[in-house]
């Protein structure tokens, strides 16, 4: 493996993803292994001031693309500097966090440099001076080995999956500023809109509460809301309750919603069917309230309550005030 | 679009230790391309047009492609192959070769398959014909030549504008999918599929192996109702170390 690794360094407003870190110090894992340099970008508007701080997590160079038009993710724009620098410096690998804007972004560069890309990776190795990265297929049913024929090899790297590290002593990277002038395109990028209130993506929550059939009804998600704003948390959903009409399609925890690996999964009535099963299976610690013994998400929890979701999560709520009331 | 093992369905692994048993599971039309076909029946509904299908794969593919027929589409193009490599690059090589001398205004994908998870190829065939792709959209509106796409992402939705012809991937919210009759089921079988040979492409991606996950240690049931919180909450602490 020869070249640099160029990482993809996303932000969202003029802070980092913290899905970048962790892009960046897998990155540097891979670096010192094959003696190459980590080369990241990062494409935005005022993120300038803070492109020193992906030198903690073993940055050698930052190239950033800093202009208004750049504020939201452009797929024409984004795919213009990303393929440009990567022509200067002629990178051996080329990760990507897989987020929205990651895994729209890494076919793009992929088909323009002839090479393929591999998915929501979960391990990158080298083994033997070969890059092999894993990935979940199937929604996680099944793990991949996968080698990619083409050069530079390119990985995008699931949330949450990758644990970002501080380096001691930090590095002060290099930064160049990268001219950007615009592309032709025949997309127009209006606006963010949000939904609501709600600060995390399920994908790169620490804990998620979730909410399944056992719920009832949509009413009764606020006690889920109230345990998940204690623990500083989000409310994911099962398919059962989205597609009830309950929870939107962007709170879905599943094999067709969202795929999530938080340190703490909290399942409510939630049954613990193989579609749902896959989409949370990777989290650290798994827990189920429900009022099923035979459910099978007692199966594969860690740890099992049974009993009354609207008895067993309020009481956890204020069980959760006290413990973080003291702590 | 494609033909994909239902979500219920397990997943086995074959002996070689590099490919999955596909003689077991049973298959649909992948989920994605199901709301990404039913924007496109609405879209004809509303504007006029036609709606073509297109499905790269094996001869088993059929049962998709008359599912889809009868849901709303007027002609298939089934670019048939029992042994394509299996790498997004290579099959949206050969559908953009095939889409070249196709007219289109609007070009859907699903935002991927519900097998190989790779999420890739609708922008790759977008980027190889030089069409506006927006990704994994949840809304979609036409006029005057135009669309206006919602694309979802962490947080929230960004608002896209772009020209037509224009291509887009489907996340679940952009559709519900509408049932077939048994009278458009008869009926698609008299609508015409055009069936010839993909162009060959190489695949870059080489699977090594394929592995079950590695099993999760058993759990336990602390107790039941009310009485176990304070356990819970102790052992999250003290045992688990999460908070």
Redesign the interface.
């Known amino acids: 493996m020869q070249g640099p690794i160029l990482v993809f360094a996303e932000s969202?407003g003029t802070e980092f993803r913290k899905s970048a870190f962790e892009a960046v110090t897998e990155a540097r894992r891979l670096a010192d292994l094959s003696n190459t340099e980590v080369h990241a970008l990062s494409i935005g508007h005022r993120i300038k001031d803070q492109a020193s701080s992906l030198g903690k997590f073993g940055a050698d160079r930052v190239s950033v693309a800093d202009d208004e038009s750049l504020k939201?993710?452009q797929?024409?724009f984004y795919?213009q500097i990303a393929l440009d620098l990567a022509e200067k410096i002629n990178p051996g690998v080329i990760l990507l966090p897989a987020?929205?804007?990651g895994?729209?972004l890494?076919?793009?560069l992929?088909?323009?440099l002839n090479?393929?890309?591999?998915?929501?990776c979960t391990e990158l190795e080298i083994r033997d001076s070969e890059f092999?990265a894993t990935?979940?297929?199937?929604?996680?049913?099944?793990?991949?080995?996968?080698?990619?024929?083409?050069d530079p090899k390119m990985a995008t790297l699931r949330p949450n999956v990758f644990t970002a590290k501080e380096r001691v002593p930090s590095r002060s990277p290099l930064i160049e500023s990268l001219s950007f002038e615009k592309p032709t395109?025949?997309?127009?990028?209006?606006?963010?809109?949000?939904?609501g209130a709600?600060?995390?993506?399920l994908?790169?929550a620490g804990v998620i509460v979730s909410g399944g059939r056992g719920m009832g009804g949509p009413e009764n998600y606020k006690i889920l809301e109230e345990l998940a704003s204690v623990?500083g948390g989000v409310v994911g959903a099962s398919r059962a309750s989205v597609d009830a009409g309950w929870r939107?399609?962007?709170d879905?925890v599943g094999?067709?919603?969202r795929t999530v690996s938080p340190?703490?999964y909290i399942a409510c009535g939630i049954s613990g069917?193989?579609?749902h099963r896959v989409g949370m299976?990777?989290s650290?610690?798994?827990?189920a309230i429900n009022k099923d013994?035979e459910a099978p998400i007692?199966g594969?929890?860690?740890?099992?309550?049974?009993?009354?979701v609207f008895?067993?999560v309020p009481?956890?709520t204020q069980?959760?005030k006290r413990?973080y009331g003291k702590n | 679009m494609r033909r994909v093992?239902d979500?219920?369905t397990?997943?086995k692994?074959a002996s070689d230790g590099r490919s999955?048993v596909t003689s077991d599971p049973e298959f649909v039309l992948n989920?994605?391309e199901e709301y990404a076909l039913e924007q496109g029946v609405q879209l004809k509904e509303k504007h006029g047009g036609e709606v073509t299908v297109l499905t790269l794969g094996p001869e088993k593919s059929t049962s998709v492609i008359l599912k889809a027929l009868a849901l709303g589409a007027d002609r298939a193009i089934h670019l048939k192959t029992e042994n394509f490599p299996d790498?997004?690059?290579a099959v949206?090589?050969a559908i953009a070769a095939e889409l070249k001398s196709v007219q289109f205004d609007v070009l859907l994908f699903g935002k991927k398959g519900?097998?190989?998870?790779?999420?890739?190829?609708g922008?790759?065939v977008a980027?190889?014909l030089e069409?506006?792709?927006?990704?994994?959209i949840?809304k979609l509106e036409i006029s005057d030549g135009k669309a206006?796409a919602?694309?979802?992402?962490?947080?929230?939705?960004?608002?896209?504008?772009?020209?037509l012809p224009?291509a887009f991937t489907a996340?679940?919210?952009l559709t519900v999918p509408r049932y077939a009759s048994l009278r458009e089921l008869v009926a698609a079988r008299k609508k015409p599929i055009l069936v010839k040979e993909p162009q060959p492409f190489?695949?870059?991606?080489?699977?090594?192996?394929?592995?079950?996950?590695p099993p999760?240690?058993p759990?336990?049931?602390?107790?039941?109702?009310?009485e176990?919180?304070?356990i819970?909450?102790r052992?999250?602490?003290e045992e688990?170390k999460?908070?």
Do not use: W
């Open positions: 969202s939201l993710f797929p024409d795919r987020t929205a804007t895994k729209d890494a076919p793009r992929a088909i323009h090479t393929a890309v591999a998915t929501e092999i990935r979940p297929a199937f929604a996680g049913k099944v793990l991949l080995k996968i080698r990619i024929k083409g395109t025949r997309m127009t990028v209006k606006e963010f809109v949000t939904h709600k600060k995390q993506d994908t790169e623990m939107p399609h962007s879905q094999q067709t919603g340190t703490l069917a193989i579609q299976i990777n650290r610690v798994i827990v013994p007692f594969f929890a860690d740890y099992g309550i049974v009993g009354d008895e067993v009481a956890l069980e959760m413990y | 093992p979500t219920a397990r997943i692994i999955i989920p994605y790498d997004p690059s949206a090589r519900v097998d190989d998870d790779n999420q890739q190829v922008a790759m980027e190889l069409v506006p792709c927006v990704t994994q949840v206006i919602h694309r979802e992402v962490e947080g929230g939705a960004i608002v896209v504008e772009t020209t224009s996340e679940k919210d190489p695949g870059m991606l080489e699977i090594v192996s394929v592995q079950y996950p999760r240690p759990g336990r049931v602390l107790g039941k109702g009310v176990a919180v304070p819970l909450v052992v999250l602490h688990a999460v908070i």
